[in-house]
């Protein structure tokens, strides 16, 4: 049953689904409703094999400005409406990101702050427009810049170098500085980032959905593995579960007649 959601938009294109954050009155700002919205989607991904690919984005001018702190505060009369159990709520977005066995591809247009970043930093691939500009903004609002998986993510992606520089200072790094250093795979105007996703979608698409799926775990796996034996030993293990379907046989028998397989999954 298909799910309605009032921050959140769900668009299903066949295998893949566009996602956008859908507050653009606010540049998308994070509020409780969204939180509850995007943990109750990502939930649900976990055991949906009708999608395969995640397309993260944002409506009108900015991908997500993060927590809407005017919002808890006209609420509650203070920001940070709900305390620590706000915080883990919060959190655990970005845990089922992660452990959502779909790629996410997430692209960046104008601000993503705070918590916006770390949607972007939760996503498998990252492609930016040329307005694009994210920062770890907490810590330039008197808090830790350690929040949302910021200091899991970031350096890991760019090293531990650069995400002290971002991470102790606040400051923004913007879509050139975050091509270079490999924080996105590419920029492009931000009225193409659509057309930008697409091939990635469809070369995605072209893999087993075992395969796939496998791989994106091992990928998250191994970036934390206690060694190169314990990443090993899961390959093997990944690699025999997949070994076992049709659809490696398909694959080998397609590559002998050189031709595209017919994956079914």
């Not at 939930?43 to 919002?71: E, H, P, Q, T």
């Not at 390959?235 to 025999?240: A, D, G, I």
Request: charged fraction near 20%; hydrophobic fraction near 45%.
């Amino acid at each position: 049953m298909k799910r309605v959601y009032q921050t959140i938009e769900v668009d299903v294109r066949g295998a893949a689904q566009w996602v956008t954050l859908n507050r653009p009155e606010a540049l998308n700002a994070i509020n409780t409703l969204m939180v509850t919205e995007l943990r109750d989607y990502f939930d649900a991904l976990y055991n949906d094999r009708s999608c395969r690919v995640v397309v993260l984005r944002g409506a009108g001018r900015a991908f997500c400005a993060g927590l809407d702190i005017k919002a808890a505060r006209e609420k509650e009369g203070i920001p940070f409406a709900g305390g620590f159990n706000f915080q883990g709520y919060l959190a655990d977005v970005y845990v089922k990101m992660r452990r959502c066995p779909q790629p996410i591809i997430s692209l960046i247009h104008g601000a993503a702050c705070g918590g916006g970043f770390a949607f972007t930093l939760a996503s498998d691939i990252r492609i930016a427009g040329t307005t694009a500009r994210m920062n770890a903004a907490f810590i330039r609002l008197g808090l830790s810049a350690c929040d949302m998986g910021v200091s899991y993510f970031l350096p890991r992606l760019t090293g531990y170098s650069l995400a002290s520089e971002l991470m102790l200072t606040g400051r923004f790094i913007y879509a050139q500085r975050a091509l270079a250093v490999g924080l996105v795979s590419e920029v492009v105007p931000d009225d193409e980032l659509e057309q930008a996703a697409q091939p990635y979608i469809d070369e995605m698409l072209t893999t087993a959905p075992m395969g796939l799926r496998l791989t994106k775990e091992g990928l998250n796996f191994s970036v934390d593995a206690p060694s190169l034996e314990a990443a090993i030993a899961m390959e093997n293990r990944n690699q025999y579960l997949s070994g076992q379907t049709e659809d490696f046989r398909e694959g080998l028998q397609a590559f002998i007649e050189k031709r595209a397989p017919r994956f079914k999954g």
